[in-house]
C-alpha cells in the first residue's frame, strides 16, 4: 500500500476514533456557536420555571459539555438577598459567548442585574418572565418581558364561568392582595364583566396566609366556609381566589359539595388539583400531558367532570422555553424580539395543541403602549369537556380602561 492511502487510512480511523470520544458521556464536544443564559428559582419555589429549564438543556445542552444552555438560581430568600441574584445575573454575562439572559421569574433586582449586564454588554438580549417590579422600572431596561394578561382574564374566566354553567361569581381575596394594582384591577374587570353578562357578583374574605393564622388556619377556614357559601349562593355558583394556597381547600370542597372552578390565579394542573385529590405526580413531572391526562381523571373520578378547569401548560413552565426559542431565534436572525407573531410561535412550540392570546401593555396611568412588555394568557382546559376557545374570545375594548 503507498503511503498516501496509508495516511488517508489512518486519519479517516483517527476521524472515527475522535467522533467517538466526543459522544462519550460526559465529554464535551463541538462548542455551541453562542449561550443562552437562564436563571429561575429553585424547586422548592419555582419548579414549573425550573423544568423549563431542565428541558431547554436536554434540547440544547448544557454549556458544561458544550451546549447552548447556562442555568443559575437566584436564591430562596431573594428579597433580603437582592445582591446574590444580581451578581448571578451579571456573572451571566461574564461569559464571552452570552448572547440572551432569561430571568424567570423576574422578582426584584432583576432591573439592577439587566442594568449592570447592559453596561458592559450591550449585545446580550434580556427578557424577563412574569416581572414582579413595576412594569416602567423592568421596562427601562429589558429587551422584552412578559406577564399574565390579568386584563383579559378578568374577563374571559367571568365569561367561561358562564360558558360552564354559573350564574354568579365569588371572588375570595383579602386586604394584602387588593392592594395590588393588577389584583385589583382585575377584581374590578370581573364585577364589571358579571354585571354586562347577567351574572351576579359577590366579594368574599378569607384569612390572609401569611398573617398569624398561618397557611393551614386559612386553609381550615376555607374547608368550613365553602359548603356554607355553597350552600347560600347555590351550586351554579363559580368560585376565584387570589391565593395559591387556597386553591386546594376549594376544590377539594367544590368536588364534595357543588360549584364552579374555572381556573387559578396561575393556572396549572399542579396547582390545588394534587393536594385536593392526593395525586402522584412524580413520575410525570415535566411531562405536561401527561400530568393533565392524570389530574383529569381524578378530577372526573371526584365529581368534577364539566366543573372544573386549568390551563393545559403551567405558565411558569412555558414562559423559560418559549423564551429560550424567542431568543435563539432572535440571535439566529428569524425573530424579532418585539414581533407578537414571533413569540407566540414560540409559545406554540412549547406548549404543542395549546392556543394562546397575546396583546401589548398599555400604562393605566399614561395610555401609552409599549411592545416591550407583552401580555399573555392560554386557553382554558375544562376537565371533562376540553379546550373552551378563550383565545378565540374578543375581550370588548372597554374593560382596558377599567380602574
Request: glycine share 8%; aromatic share 10%.
Amino acid at each position: 500500500m503507498c503511503i498516501s492511502k496509508r495516511l488517508a487510512g489512518f486519519a479517516l480511523c483517527f476521524a472515527v476514533f475522535a467522533m467517538a470520544v466526543c459522544l462519550l458521556p460526559g465529554v464535551s464536544y463541538a462548542a455551541a456557536p453562542y449561550h443562552i443564559g437562564i436563571m429561575t428559582g429553585t424547586v422548592s419555589q419555582s419548579e414549573d420555571e425550573l423544568r423549563g429549564a431542565e428541558f431547554a438543556m436536554k434540547k440544547f445542552g448544557d454549556v458544561a459539555k458544550g451546549g447552548m444552555i447556562k442555568h443559575v438560581t437566584y436564591p430562596d430568600n431573594f428579597m433580603s438577598e437582592m445582591e446574590t441574584t444580581i451578581a448571578q445575573i451579571v456573572g451571566l454575562a461574564d461569559d464571552p459567548l452570552m448572547k440572551v439572559i432569561i430571568v424567570n421569574q423576574a422578582i426584584p433586582g432583576t432591573t439592577e442585574g439587566f442594568r449592570r449586564v447592559k453596561a458592559k454588554r450591550p449585545d446580550i438580549l434580556c427578557l424577563a418572565g412574569e416581572p414582579q417590579e413595576d412594569p416602567n422600572v423592568i421596562n427601562s431596561v429589558a429587551d422584552l418581558s412578559v406577564i399574565e394578561d390579568f386584563i383579559s382574564r378578568g374577563y374571559l374566566i367571568v365569561h367561561t364561568a358562564k360558558k360552564m354553567g354559573a350564574t354568579k361569581f365569588v371572588h375570595i381575596s383579602f386586604p394584602r392582595h387588593m392592594s395590588y394594582e393588577s389584583i385589583s384591577r382585575r377584581a374590578s374587570i370581573m364585577e364589571q364583566a358579571c354585571k354586562d353578562l347577567g351574572m351576579q357578583y359577590v366579594f368574599e374574605t378569607a384569612p390572609d396566609p401569611t398573617s398569624d393564622v398561618g397557611v393551614a388556619g386559612a386553609q381550615q377556614f376555607m374547608l368550613e366556609k365553602v359548603p356554607a357559601w355553597v350552600k347560600k349562593y347555590g351550586k351554579d355558583t363559580a368560585f376565584f381566589t387570589t391565593n395559591s394556597s387556597l386553591h386546594e381547600p376549594l376544590l377539594r370542597q367544590l368536588a364534595k359539595y357543588g360549584g364552579y372552578y374555572v381556573e387559578a390565579t396561575s393556572a396549572s394542573p399542579i396547582v390545588g388539583y394534587p393536594g385536593a385529590f392526593n395525586i402522584d405526580l412524580a413520575k410525570e413531572a415535566g411531562d405536561w400531558p401527561a400530568i393533565l391526562k392524570k389530574v383529569e381523571k381524578a378530577v372526573i373520578k371526584a365529581g368534577g367532570k364539566g366543573r372544573m378547569g386549568t390551563w393545559a401548560y403551567s405558565h411558569g413552565y412555558a414562559n423559560t422555553l418559549a423564551l429560550v426559542y424567542l431568543g435563539k431565534d432572535a440571535v439566529d436572525g428569524k425573530a424579532k424580539i418585539t414581533s407578537k407573531k414571533d413569540l407566540l410561535e414560540s409559545y406554540a412550540h412549547s406548549t404543542p395543541g395549546v392556543k394562546w392570546s397575546a396583546n401589548y401593555y398599555t400604562d393605566y396611568g399614561t395610555g401609552v403602549t409599549t411592545k416591550k412588555m407583552v401580555l399573555l394568557y392560554q386557553d382554558t382546559y375544562v376537565f371533562g369537556r376540553g379546550y373552551m376557545g378563550t383565545p378565540n374570545v374578543k375581550v370588548p375594548a372597554k374593560y382596558f380602561k377599567v380602574k
